[in-house]
């Protein structure tokens, strides 16, 4: 039998029992004397090792909303901690020493609904997370810094930290709870169909999920996930295990967007207890009368793995191009917010752009977080690099599940 969990909202804090379900807390506007309310979900099935089939039903061990696996990425973690023994113990002692912590951390993982909405500000080249294509034109102003040989970009080479291939998975997330995640749900975007458009489209509710944040469960219901996708892609077939199997329209939509979705690399370092990992990701390239211009779309998680609460409070970010060039951005918070870290919601991740006039470039930078007890320190952001791909295959041609986003905002 699996593990059976209730969970629910008691003085402003997240509690567990062990009962006979999974219960997800919705909040009621009418005024009453418990202001929340309880709806089955499922109930937990015992974790795997091996990877996880198509139409599994899952939480987020982190963000704790409700998804189903699609399909299966290999992807090589760099992990610049393991390379750093001194900087695993720090965290693994902070971590260890307190069981209340570990408690907290408990509750938050399988906690279905946050107190905070998710993020609703469109991330673009624009929006000042990273320059634009026009941040790479010699004459362009702003706050370049000269320029930088192919030998500053070798100093920064993400490689030179030995990778560890393992399974994320391509996922749907439930509607009900897209706005009540410390994440953005319109991670996923591509370029738009004609070379001189610009303009950037989101396939919602779309997210790339690592092997061991998955907890899976089970569900009795022939709908139990709420995406437009769902069935589309799935079909429920009772005497299969899970009971949810891919139809040949996911396939189909798997093979066409392959170029656009397909992750290869994550790069991951902590600092001071906070964890940053980072998915980069090829968009294209658009061509223009003058140049070429390359597109990339990187996601970013923040996690505090401390005790302390902590506070994104500005970024400062360093991008070389293999065309010679070297741009400094900085600037308040992250999408913006200044996401505040605790041990209740440790965690935020957002998505940003960067274009270049060169297909391949590098990234890396720091965060500048304020801890609660005032102290201020720069957590760095892995390096990571930009590498273009071959153009074998147009962009997918947006369709009624998918949204535009103007890369002006």
């Not at 900085?330 to 991740?349: D, H, K, N, T, Y």
């Amino acid at each position: 039998m699996g593990l059976l969990v209730q969970v629910f909202k008691w003085d402003q804090r997240w509690c567990l029992l062990q009962r006979v379900d999974i219960l997800l807390r919705r909040g009621i506007k009418k005024q009453a004397v418990n202001p929340t309310k309880l709806a089955e979900v499922g109930r937990l099935v015992e974790a795997r090792d091996d990877r996880y089939e198509t139409g599994q039903l899952f939480l987020h061990r982190i963000f704790g909303y409700r998804g189903v696996i699609l399909f299966p990425w290999t992807a090589r973690v760099y992990d610049r901690d393991l390379h750093n023994p001194g900087k695993i113990g720090a965290t693994t002692t902070t971590a260890t020493a307190n069981p209340t912590q570990q408690q907290r951390t408990k509750e938050a993982s399988l906690r279905v609904k946050a107190n905070t909405a998710a993020p609703t500000t469109a991330t673009t080249a624009q929006s000042g997370d990273a320059p634009s294509a026009a941040a790479y034109q010699p004459d362009a102003p702003g706050e370049a810094e000269g320029t930088a040989n192919v030998g500053t970009a070798t100093q920064v080479d993400p490689k030179e930290v030995k990778g560890k291939v393992q399974t994320f998975y391509q996922v749907l997330i439930d509607t009900r709870d897209c706005p009540h995640i410390r994440a953005q749900t319109e991670a996923v975007t591509f370029l738009g169909n004609q070379d001189s458009n610009r303009s950037l489209y989101a396939i919602p509710g779309l997210d790339y999920v690592a092997h061991e944040d998955i907890m899976p469960y089970n569900s009795s219901e022939k709908s139990p996930l709420q995406h437009e996708l769902f069935d589309k892609f799935l079909t429920h077939a009772p005497e299969a295990d899970p009971p949810f199997v891919g139809q040949d329209t996911l396939k189909a939509w798997q093979e066409k967007n392959h170029p656009w979705l397909d992750m290869s690399d994550v790069h991951k370092e902590t600092t001071e207890n906070v964890r940053i990992t980072v998915i980069p990701f090829y968009m294209g390239c658009r061509e223009t009368p003058a140049s070429s211009v390359y597109w990339w779309r990187y996601c970013i998680r923040l996690e505090n793995l401390g005790e302390l609460s902590v506070q994104l409070r500005e970024r400062h970010w360093r991008i070389f191009s293999l065309s010679g060039t070297l741009e400094t951005v900085r600037g308040r918070g992250v999408v913006g917010q200044e996401p505040i870290l605790s041990p209740r919601l440790p965690a935020f991740q957002y998505s940003s752009h960067v274009s270049l006039q060169a297909p391949s470039g590098h990234m890396w930078g720091t965060f500048r977080l304020e801890r609660e007890d005032g102290y201020s320190f720069d957590c760095k952001i892995p390096p990571f690099s930009l590498e273009s791909k071959p153009d074998d295959l147009g962009p997918p041609t947006p369709t009624a599940h998918e949204k535009k986003r103007d890369d002006s905002d």
